[in-house]
T-cell receptor, first 114, second 114 residues
Framework: DGGITQSPKYLFRKEGQNVTLSCEQNLNHDAMYWYRQDPGQGLRLIYYSQIVNDFQKGDIAEGYSVSREKKESFPLTVTSAQKNPTAFYLC?????????????FGDGTRLSIL | DQQVKQNSPSLSVQEGRISILNCDYTNSMFDYFLWYKKYPAEGPTFLISISSIKDKNEDGRFTVFLNKSAKHLSLHIVPSQPGDSAVYFCAASAALSGWGKLQFGAGTQVVVTP
């Protein structure tokens, strides 16, 4: 079955620690995205990538970093510079050929501070 | 500055009746609109979309209406079923601001009662 796999489902971070969230897709999608969801709010775009070795900042990139070394993988690192990291993180992917391709989401990682 | 707004945080509807979810936007450059459905602790699932060249798109029980002059779209679910109980997000993008940059509303919690 094709899909997007995020791991782990739950993650705890200590103060001053960097943590990395995994996102893998086997849909052969070109583009991948990271969003953050806070309670009572919509999703906000952190980073996105159209092709391997290229990525762009979204609306709230400060305190986060990404890499895109493989088409299938787009890991997100939450650095110690992110002062309010507690949130639900969602990874998505989409085709980019043609226009107006919907994004498809993984099941998310919930990050909490110890 | 929230460009996509869902002003009703919750909606309760009886099974078999119509659910109407509303969404307003402020950016006149938006040209692609989507609705997603989300269950707790899962990622959003794509439901239906509409391009700005149309004013209606239908898929089974789901119909999306777009009123560009009012910068308003709505999702109709007919008939509503218990499995429709979820949070629904409206999202929009503008080709000129870059592919894939979706702006999300805060969501509407729908509860379908027997």
């Amino acid at each position: 079955d094709g899909g997007i796999t995020q791991s782990p489902k739950y993650l705890f971070r200590k103060e001053g620690q960097n943590v990395t969230l995994s996102c893998e897709q086997n849909l052969n999608h070109d583009a991948m995205y990271w969003y953050r969801q806070d309670p009572g709010q919509g999703l906000r775009l952190i980073y996105y990538s159209q092709i391997v070795n290229d990525f762009q900042k979204g609306d709230i990139a400060e305190g986060y970093s990404v890499s895109r070394e493989k088409k299938e993988s787009f890991p997100l690192t939450v650095t110690s510079a992110q002062k309010n990291p507690t949130a639900f993180y969602l990874c998505a992917s989409s085709l980019i050929q043609g226009s107006n391709q919907p994004q498809h989401f993984g099941d998310g990682t919930r990050l909490s501070i110890l | 500055d929230q460009q996509v707004k869902q002003n009703s945080p919750s909606l309760s509807v009886q099974e078999g009746r119509i659910s109407i979810l509303n969404c307003d936007y402020t950016n006149s450059m938006f040209d692609y609109f989507l609705w997603y459905k989300k269950y707790p602790a899962e990622g959003p699932t794509f439901l239906i979309s509409i391009s700005s060249i149309k004013d209606k798109n239908e898929d089974g029980r789901f119909t999306v209406f777009l009123n560009k002059s009012a910068k308003h779209l709505s999702l109709h679910i007919v008939p509503s079923q218990p499995g429709d109980s979820a949070v629904y997000f409206c999202a929009a993008s503008a080709a000129l601001s870059g592919w894939g940059k979706l702006q999300f509303g805060a969501g509407t919690q729908v509860v379908v009662t027997p």
